[in-house]
């Protein structure tokens, strides 16, 4: 791997989680030779404005992987193990933003803040938790670590654009039919004011798919495979960021005051609790944010505890994730190198 100017491709560029990795690559000068933005194959590929520049991409085709070292992929779930081993076979690190491989023993699934150790474990492929679990850990893991944890409530109040460009454009459009509307008639089960308490697929057995990854992915993350975990979660009209309603029980009693001390020292965590002045996380406040925000953090008992967690799905529950990951990959490499 060249750590010095890798030449790093994306696929799903022109996706909501591509142009946000796009965005951020920039912010963070991360080093390259040569970006490759791909999207869907066939037609002329797209161009982009972000952050004043235009990028064009082209049509995916398997030569885009010759001589890559690290391949970002946001594209949909289900191509994610078409395309991964095409990277690997040629050489390249796929960090995976899709939901396939996580929950693979072999597949490092990593949030840089709670177990950036597992990442030296990969064979090629490291994967990025959902967009509501890496959030949630960054906020759970520093109280796990000082108090353990012996289940935890969540509520998730998740926005449109953790289901992609289409979902939001439609709901946009929706949003604004409904107005026009005068909101006659309006489709109990669609999104413009409303609330959808399923998020992903039925999974047959109590849960849609995304409370099954937020149970599952967080004890991966946690190393804590028994840990009880009770997720409902919601799509709510909102653009960007998800929030979640978390109450937990430690094993340890804490006092007053003594969460507030562990979050606040924190790696990636920003406490927003000034309940006079009507200040807490809100997804608008998250939305281009890279610290997971808490507020409302509260004892409800001895052992039981409260908070409300915002942040930004695409850049901490994607992007950011993804990038951060790639940073310690090529800080490993270099040191691997001497
Ligand atoms: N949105 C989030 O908050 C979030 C968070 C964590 C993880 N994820 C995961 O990240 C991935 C991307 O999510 P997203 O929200 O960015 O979705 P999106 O906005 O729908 O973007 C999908 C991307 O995939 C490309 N694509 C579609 N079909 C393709 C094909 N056959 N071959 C290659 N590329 C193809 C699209 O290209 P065209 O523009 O040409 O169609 C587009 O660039 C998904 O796996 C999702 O589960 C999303």
Redesign the pocket.
């Known amino acids: 791997m060249n750590t010095d100017k890798p030449i790093i491709v994306i ?8 142009q946000t990795l796009i965005s951020i690559l920039n912010q963070r000068e991360f080093p390259r030779d040569e970006l490759r933005l ?4 066939g ?1 002329d590929g ?1 161009q982009l404005a972000i952050d004043g520049k235009t990028y064009s ?1 082209m ?2 085709e398997e030569s885009v992987f010759d001589g890559a070292d690290i391949v970002f ?5 289900d ?2 193990p078409q ?1 991964a081993p095409m990277a690997i076979n040629k050489g390249a690190v796929v960090i995976d ?3 396939h491989f996580r929950m693979k023993p072999s597949v490092p699934l990593i949030v840089p803040e709670v177990n950036a150790h597992a990442i030296s474990k990969h064979s090629g492929i490291i994967a ?4 509501t679990t890496s959030g949630l850990v960054c906020a759970l893991a520093p109280i796990r670590e000082k108090l353990g944890l012996e289940w935890v409530s969540a509520a998730s109040y998740q926005a449109i ?8 454009n439609d709901f946009i459009a929706g949003t604004k039919k409904a107005i026009e509307d005068n909101f006659q008639n309006p489709d109990p089960y669609e999104l413009p004011f409303n609330l959808i308490p399923a998020v992903g697929s039925y999974t047959g057995v109590q849960n849609f798919s995304e409370e099954e990854r937020l149970i599952n992915e967080t004890r991966k993350i946690l190393e804590q495979p028994t840990l009880k975990i009770y997720p409902t979660c919601v799509r709510v009209p909102v653009i960007n960021a998800h929030s979640i309603a978390v109450t937990f029980k430690t094993s340890e009693n804490f006092k007053e005051g003594e969460l507030e001390y562990i979050l606040n020292n924190a790696d990636g965590v920003r406490i927003v609790d000034d309940l006079t002045n009507r200040r807490f996380p809100t997804p608008v406040s998250a939305d281009g944010i890279d610290d997971v925000l808490v507020g409302r953090i509260r004892r409800f008992e001895e052992n039981i505890g409260g908070m409300w967690v915002v942040a930004d ?2 850049r901490k ?2 992007a950011l994730n993804s990038i951060q990951i790639a940073e310690i990959l090529l800080k490993h490499e270099r040191e691997k190198n001497g």
């Not at 696929?11 to 591509?18: D, F, I, T, W």
């Open positions: 696929l799903g560029a022109s996706g909501l989680v591509g791909c999207s869907s194959p037609g797209k991409t049509p995916f992929f946001s594209g949909p779930d191509l994610a395309y933003n899709s939901a990025n938790p959902n967009c654009s953790g289901a992609g460009l289409k979902q939001k799905n695409l529950g994607a």
